[in-house]
């Protein structure tokens, strides 16, 4: 059972335009909303964070959207750049250390 | 973060170890594997030297922390569902950021 559905499975935007990724959860428990960011032959690093008692983060260009009633959450990069093609993952996590992540998006930034 | 080796390839019932170390003095550690279109899924963690705990998959696998720094993976008799790419990772606290090594892809024939 997968514990963070993420959507869509790939993503194609033209340079310059808006990638949106989205997540949800079930668990009421999660108090921990990590997106990675991870290239072809390399481990997932960590692009932005937010906790549940905000709605909204922002760092640079990526935005983390969080919508607690609804239990989803969603990642925007804006003016996307060939060099944010990646495949990103949402990932959840309660305080005892379990994380569970999502099944990750293939984001292609076209010139 | 560091693992090794990178890639590995062996046959069915063999027993092996991918090692994983850091040096950020970091309590907690993680094993993850990932596999096509299931993103990644915990093995093993640790919260302290001493300490292991299992996670979503962890049959198959064992694990030990015998120090801070390392946090070795066992694959006890390999097998071909083990065909994975594994990773190790490591934080401060439960709070905090998650650094992943570089990888181990494995193949088991």
């Known amino acids: 059972q997968q514990q963070v559905k993420q959507s869509p499975q790939s993503l194609i935007v033209q340079k310059g335009g808006i990638s949106i990724i989205n997540c949800a959860y079930e668990n009421t428990a999660f108090d921990y909303f990590p997106w990675y960011q991870q290239f072809p032959g390399k481990g997932p690093a960590l692009l932005i964070a937010?906790?549940?008692?905000?709605s909204e983060k922002k760092e640079g260009r990526f935005t983390i959207s969080f919508n607690k009633s609804a239990k989803q959450f969603s990642l925007h990069i804006m003016d996307s750049q060939p060099g944010d093609s990646a495949t990103y993952f949402c990932?959840?996590?309660?305080?005892?250390?379990?994380?569970?992540f999502g099944t990750g998006t293939s984001l292609t930034v076209i010139p | 973060v560091t693992q090794n080796p990178r890639y590995l390839i062996t046959v069915t019932g063999k027993k092996l170890t991918v090692t994983c170390s850091q040096n950020m003095n970091h309590e907690y550690m993680s094993w993850y594997r990932q596999d096509p279109g299931m993103g990644l899924r915990l093995i093993y963690y640790s919260a302290s030297e001493g300490t292991t705990d299992k996670g979503e998959v962890p049959n198959g696998y064992n694990v030990s922390r015998s120090t801070t720094e390392d946090f070795p993976l066992r694959l006890l008799s390999a097998a071909p569902s083990q065909t994975s790419v594994y990773f190790c990772?490591?934080?401060?606290?439960?709070?905090?950021?998650?650094?992943f090594g570089p990888g181990t892809r494995l193949t088991v024939l």
């Open positions: 990772a490591s934080r401060r606290t439960v709070r905090n950021e998650q650094f």
């Open positions: 937010i906790r549940p008692d905000v």
């Open positions: 990932a959840a996590s309660t305080t005892g250390n379990q994380f569970y």
